[in-house]
């Protein structure tokens, strides 16, 4: 409920508590395990063929299985793209080395992240620079591709977002885009999405692969809890990996959230 009330109605006091979360994500991680922040992606279940993955990238499935969900649409060759809120880098990355684009940039307002990002990854076109979503600083018309996954529901002020999105995308350029919304408010959600003005080429709701992909991958996520977060701390952080706080055995939710899944291009 508390949750609710922060996302509804003080969305500046949400942002600031993220943040202070994602910074103490860089400093408690000592051997580097969570570079990854969103709750995963499977169709395993549906009767989808496993991604395909190098052996040092399995203990990281799910959460890269999402990132190739949103990637996937297109064809990545040659093109140069932003991800906005890249977080610890671990999906920059697996774009990089799976979809091989010319340039990717990922930006964030964690500076410790950033730090963390650049120390963390050495692959040619890959940069990684501190910045708002609400306020990037490039040039208009200067991605073929931006992403954002899992990030924009702790923006302050998603129309700004939004317009720097379309702003700075070249035309025929594409926003992959996902992310999740509570129930009440994915009709106001997807009006906002519809102002940008884009071409809507897909939309798709993938809550349920979201959810099962966090019931796989729960005891992963309850022990990186129970190592690197002090006791005091667990429900916050149970809460934050998506994990009932009330719950011994920590099982997946998403506070009555759907999650969903666009792809949309510049004309």
Known sequence: MLNKLLFHNFPNIKSWLTRLQYEMVSTIDRDKNAIFMNFGY?????????????????????????????????????????????????????????????????????????????????????????????????????????????????????????????????????????????????????????AMGLKLIKEEDITENVLKAMELDRERRIQLVKKYVPAILHKQFYHFAGLSPDSPNGLPHLDNRRYWYFVMQKE
């Open 42 to 194: 499977t169709a395993h279940h549906q009767g989808q063929e496993p991604l395909p993955l190098k052996a040092e990238d399995e203990i990281h499935r799910y959460p890269m299985q999402l990132y190739h969900h949103v990637a996937k649409a297109i064809d990545w060759s040659g093109r140069d793209a932003l991800e906005v809120s890249s977080g610890r880098g671990g999906g920059a990355s697996f774009i990089m080395r799976y979809f091989k684009p010319r340039s990717y940039i990922g930006v964030d307002f964690s500076s410790r992240a950033i730090e963390f990002c650049r120390n963390q990854y050495k692959l040619d076109g890959l940069k990684f620079h501190h910045g708002n979503a609400e306020a990037l600083n490039f040039p208009d018309n200067s991605f073929d591709v931006v992403m954002n996954v899992e990030a924009s529901l702790y923006y302050p002020n998603i129309t700004k977002f939004f317009e720097h999105v379309k702003r700075v995308l070249k035309p025929n350029g594409y926003f992959l885009y996902t992310d999740l919304r509570y129930e009440e408010k994915i009709q106001i959600w997807h009006a906002q999405l519809k």
